[in-house]
């Protein structure tokens, strides 16, 4: 019982520190007013309370957002007409909240707001456009980051503000970091030009974000700042490679019998007088032969990143793929009852035409296609 009468008290004490009196007391004016407008919408004219507070609320809510604005306009900055513009616009919700409500002694002075809104809004729109085009001007894309941010807030102030919408996609353009992926082959070998084509079709469109593109053409219209080189510097191909490995398997099997004879060259017999008799065992044998063909395409290289601003080589990732071509097979030659039962599961197959180099390379070149995806991935971050 007394745990219950403690949590009632906690309760009582808990509301009537969320009350819109004790939110009036503490300066949280809308606070109080959202509060005391639920009440009188729920029981008009018998929350006269709720009407004083609502009342003095409104009141000093009013008084201190207008000598916000008033101080705010004489400092005569542009850039505090965002703020200027948000102000009003809490001021005139305050208003429109009271209008919603009943007539039960509500007291507010009725102002149209909306020429002061209009005004701050466009105010607000032309610094931030201003503030954009200053940025454009720098030249560089991470300013004109910064400038397509404010061409989108002036956007969002007025939708048809100027050529804001050409600005928000001039801003875009300079403000992509352009990315270039080829390849150059510096090998011992002539690479395929299949091998070439393949991996320059690697598909980086999943890397493009926001402010990064990549492209593994070149377009004449971009500025490329960075370039991705997947370096060839080793394409190899190993000789044909036939190993064997022959060994034999034995196992001893009964073989008929003999009878057990006495002394004087009689058959023994037991003691219900039937002969006696010892099996009698030979060994069997057989002869494996176990073939292992080999045959491995290698690419090896690095991926290099270079900043062509600079002409500089920012780093450098060693890179290397294998296209491996394996066939076993394996005959034997004897009794195949001499055989374990994992070799007997082995027998079998015949021999395979190797693969001739290029399609090997071009194997191991689909290995490296995707392991230069992942690289460049893993590193999408490292250029800014």
């Not at 707001?113 to 030249?139: D, F, H, Q």
């Not at 894309?141 to 910064?146: G, N, Q």
């Not at 960075?226 to 190993?238: A, E, P, R, T």
Request: net charge positive.
């Amino acid at each position: 019982m007394k745990r219950i009468i403690s949590i009632f008290i906690v309760a009582i004490l808990f509301a009537s520190c969320k009350s819109s009196s004790k939110q009036l007391e503490r300066g949280e004016y809308d606070a109080a007013l959202e509060k005391s407008a639920k009440k009188i919408k729920r029981n008009p004219g018998k929350n006269l309370d709720e009407v004083w507070v609502f009342n003095d609320a409104y009141k000093m809510a009013t008084t201190r957002d207008q000598q916000a604005i008033d101080r705010l306009k004489r400092k005569g900055d542009p850039s505090l007409w965002a703020k200027i513009y948000q102000i009003y616009l809490k001021m005139d919700k305050r208003q429109n909240l009271a209008i919603s409500l009943p007539p039960v002694g509500i007291e507010f002075e009725e102002i149209n707001y909306t020429p002061e809104i209009k005004n701050a809004k466009l105010k607000a729109a032309e610094y931030a456009y201003a503030k954009g085009l200053r940025w454009l001007t720098k030249n560089n894309r991470f300013d004109a980051r910064k400038a397509y941010d404010r061409f989108l807030e002036a956007k969002r102030y007025s939708k048809h503000f100027k050529d804001v919408d050409e600005k928000i996609a001039e801003a875009k353009f300079k403000g992509i970091t352009n990315v270039f992926f080829t390849i150059e082959d510096h090998s011992n070998v002539v690479a395929p030009q299949g091998l070439i084509n393949e991996i320059q079709r690697i598909n980086m469109d999943e890397l493009n974000g926001k402010w990064k593109n990549y492209d593994t053409y070149v377009d004449t219209n971009k500025t490329y700042h960075y370039s991705i080189f997947l370096n060839l510097k080793l394409i190899d191909v190993s000789p044909e490679e036939v190993k064997q490995n022959m060994f034999i398997e034995s196992k001893e099997i009964e073989d008929g019998f003999d009878y057990v004879l006495d002394e004087k060259g009689n058959v023994k017999k037991d003691t219900l007088g039937n002969d006696i008799k010892v099996p009698r065992f030979k060994t069997i044998t057989c002869h494996i032969k176990e073939i292992h063909q080999h045959k491995t395409a290698r690419i090896s290289g690095t991926i290099d990143y270079i900043d062509n601003h600079k002409n500089k080589l920012l780093k450098s990732e060693p890179i290397t793929s294998d296209a491996v071509f394996e066939h076993h097979y394996t005959t034997a030659n004897g009794d195949l009852n001499a055989l374990k039962p994992e070799t007997k599961k082995r027998l079998g197959g015949d021999p395979l035409p190797f693969p001739h180099d290029e399609p090997l390379i071009l194997q191991a070149g689909d290995v490296l296609k995707k392991m230069t995806k992942d690289i460049v991935v893993r590193n999408k971050s490292f250029l800014k």
